[in-house]
């Protein structure tokens, strides 16, 4: 029988998160102090994370348990369905199959609670009350509002102003889970007070509120920071998406030759992709093709430079190995408003440098016309940001198609659309704008 829907019962959520820490070749470069330069240690980090949280991040064990409490709230939307997308591969004419797991089945809309949860859960077992953190278009914010909710924490949210203004939905999800949330740069900081000093009428950026979040959080006895992407934790946590996949795919006694996924930190992507990933540092799968899709306005692992680099704008966080643009670079403002950032996990970023993943750009309006054929198709109103990684799938599908291949293609869909219809509205009335990246010179 042909399937549409490949699912999981609630008993096959995994029991651990998968850490390729444990099979990388080489270790990863450690993470700098921002002052001294020196490798930073757990005690660079305790003031603003949980000890637990600490220690995944500088773990080298292959399998971390998931606690029992955070596999009964997974149990709210997970497993996530895998979905083959017929009608899109019969509206391309393709022989590849394509299949997309679908991520935006949880109350959030996306990925991001599958890092929320376990973070909320790891802060409030060691006493913390209040989690702070930065949003641009929401869905980080809005995740851990919910997560937040759950196990009964404050939470204070900074949302990039530009946003705040434009996208007033998600802020009301925020909200309705209980938090508070506060347009960037605001004055309850030093480093928004000296933003807004010199530039009173700015419209922030993302660097600027992790600036403040991670100030909010130092400064205040019982806070903590949050943060969505990125670090090796919230990867960590994220591969519960592809040890799904790896069920799934046996369920089907088939393995993916191709597999794309949209990039901003890069969680999602890296969640998908890692666990099949060992497969290919260990030889047993030497020719699967794992591509990171960005957009050409922050192409960042395209056109970024590997090298250290703070993660916030002004410098307060450590410095990172990783793919970046400079942490002072501000993108234009896409309306994949989560692919808009400076830099990218540093294991991403190894594994890039190391040839193990590759990447690929494109431009707003490529997203759209690809988002317009999968909800015509498939029907799901997608994210712009995952919208990047139906793009892809849908090249490599013509490409089978002219080379008569039989490929199957697997890319992650991160989240749904329902809060991004005025960026649906503008292409539907030709007033996308690109925002290319001119690399400085
Ligand atoms: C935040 C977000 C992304 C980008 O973040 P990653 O860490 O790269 O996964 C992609 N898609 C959706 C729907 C998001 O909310």
């Keep these: 029988m042909q399937r549409t829907k490949i699912l999981l019962d609630e008993n096959d959520i995994p029991k651990t998160w998968y850490n390729i820490q444990a099979d990388l070749k080489t270790p990863l470069d450690p993470p700098l102090n921002p002052k001294t330069k020196k490798?930073?240690?757990?005690?660079?980090?305790?003031?603003?994370?949980?000890?637990?949280?600490?220690?995944?991040?500088?773990?080298?064990?292959?399998?971390?348990?998931?606690?029992?409490?955070?596999?009964e709230i997974y149990r709210i939307w997970r497993p996530t369905p895998l979905y083959r997308a017929k009608r899109l591969e019969e509206y391309l004419k393709t022989p590849a199959k394509i299949y997309y797991k679908w991520e935006g089945v949880s109350p959030p809309g996306s990925h991001k609670p599958n890092s929320a949860v376990?973070?909320?859960?790891?802060?409030?077992?060691?006493?913390?009350?209040?989690?702070?953190?930065?949003?641009?278009?929401g869905q980080w914010g809005s995740a851990l509002a919910f997560s937040c909710r759950l196990f009964d924490l404050q939470c204070r949210v900074y949302m990039v102003k530009c946003s705040y203004e434009q996208k007033p939905y998600r802020r009301i999800l925020m909200e309705t889970w209980g938090a508070e949330v506060f347009p960037s740069p605001t004055k309850h900081t030093n480093v928004g007070r000296q933003i807004l000093k010199k530039n009173p009428h700015t419209q922030g950026s993302l660097g600027i509120a992790i600036s403040e979040a991670v100030e909010d959080a130092a400064t205040h006895?019982?806070?903590?920071?949050?943060?969505?992407?990125?670090l090796n934790h919230v990867v960590l946590h994220q591969t519960i998406i592809g040890l799904e996949l790896k069920k799934q795919f046996q369920m089907l006694d088939e393995y993916p030759n191709i597999i794309c996924g949209c990039v901003g930190g890069g969680s999602n992507f890296s969640g998908t992709s890692f666990p099949f990933i060992q497969d290919k540092i260990r030889g047993k799968k030497p020719d699967l093709k794992v591509v990171s899709v960005e957009p050409l306005a922050c192409p960042t692992l395209t056109q970024g430079e590997y090298r250290y680099d703070y993660g916030d704008s002004v410098g307060l966080t450590p410095l990172l190995k990783m793919y970046t643009l400079g942490h002072t670079f501000v993108p234009a403002a896409i309306h994949a408003g989560g692919l808009r950032y400076h830099g990218d996990s540093p294991l991403l970023s190894k594994l890039t440098k190391e040839g193990y993943m590759e990447a690929l750009a494109y431009n707003q309006e490529e997203i759209f016309e690809a988002a317009m054929i999968f909800a015509q198709t498939e029907g799901f109103i997608v994210a712009p940001e995952s919208a990047h990684a139906i793009r892809a799938a849908i090249d490599f599908a013509r490409i089978c198609k002219k080379k008569k291949e039989k490929k199957i293609i697997l890319f992650t869909n991160s989240g749904h659309g329902d809060f991004d219809l005025t960026a649906y509205d503008a292409y539907h009335n030709n007033k996308l704008k690109n925002g290319i990246y001119h690399k400085p010179t």
């Design 221 to 230: 006895d019982n806070t903590h920071y949050a943060l969505g992407s990125v």
């Design 118 to 137: 376990p973070q909320a859960y790891y802060n409030k077992k060691e006493g913390v009350e209040r989690l702070v953190t930065e949003t641009g278009a």
């Design 39 to 71: 490798p930073a240690g757990p005690d660079d980090l305790k003031r603003i994370f949980p000890m637990e949280l600490i220690k995944q991040e500088m773990s080298r064990e292959r399998y971390i348990p998931i606690p029992t409490e955070v596999r």
